[in-house]
């Protein structure tokens, strides 16, 4: 059984759907010890991230998702909940993430080294650039997935990098280390590609399998 954390910001009904359509049985709950039951879990998120973690850290749920985390239990980031995994960032003013993946969330600057300027935020399909074999792409080719975002992760460690993107600049698009893993975009929202990469992660967490 897979646990989706429900804290109040998330797009937990299409999260939800999307594992239904794939045949796992989920759970959405803010209590920890059902989700304490759970194989493994899922930290969606839409908004700011501040916001979020003052949320996280006044219901307690920053520390039961690190400590989940450092278990061994298989987690994944969706959107703003991948940008929750980071050590930090500047939205709002700059606040501190649950640092379970080391980098830093800053806005699009919205103009480019030339000086033009684009979109912000970052939305619609874009193609993903896969860097590395990871069991989260397993089986899949690089593709269009859904985007919906303003501020995007920044990181020197590159083997966290699974896959990006590029707005202007590389954006991490797929994350990963050992049992914890995160998209930028939304998966149940990217058709066949987001989907089987949601199946990959029902595998790994069925396996209890992870990237090393």
């Known amino acids: 059984m897979i646990g989706i954390i429900d804290y109040g910001m998330g797009n937990l009904y299409s999260v939800s759907k999307a594992l239904e359509r794939l045949g796992v049985e989920c759970i959405l709950s803010s209590d920890e010890h059902e989700l304490s039951q759970t194989d493994g879990l899922i930290l969606p998120g839409v908004g700011s991230f501040k916001d979020a973690m003052e949320i996280l850290n006044k219901t307690g749920l920053s520390e039961f998702v690190k400590q989940q985390a450092a278990s061994g239990k298989p987690l994944l980031g969706i959107c703003l909940g991948m940008q ?55 089986g899949l080719e ?32 797929v994350v990963g280390k050992n049992n914890v893993f995160g998209t930028q975009f939304h998966p149940e929202k990217s058709s066949e590609l987001g989907m089987a990469m949601l199946k990959n992660f029902v595998t790994i967490v069925e396996k209890g399998e992870d990237i090393g």
């Open 142 to 173: 690089e593709g269009y997935v859904y985007f919906v975002h303003s501020y995007h992760v920044d990181t020197d460690v590159e083997e966290v990098i699974l896959a990006s993107t590029s707005y202007d600049v590389q954006v991490p698009a």
């Open 84 to 138: 929750l995994l980071f050590e930090e960032s500047t939205e709002n003013g700059r606040s501190s993430g649950l640092g379970l993946l080391s980098g830093s969330v800053t806005r699009f600057p919205g103009v480019d080294s030339e000086g033009n300027s684009y979109k912000v935020p970052h939305m619609g399909w874009n193609r993903l650039a896969f860097h590395q074999s990871n069991p989260l792409l397993e």
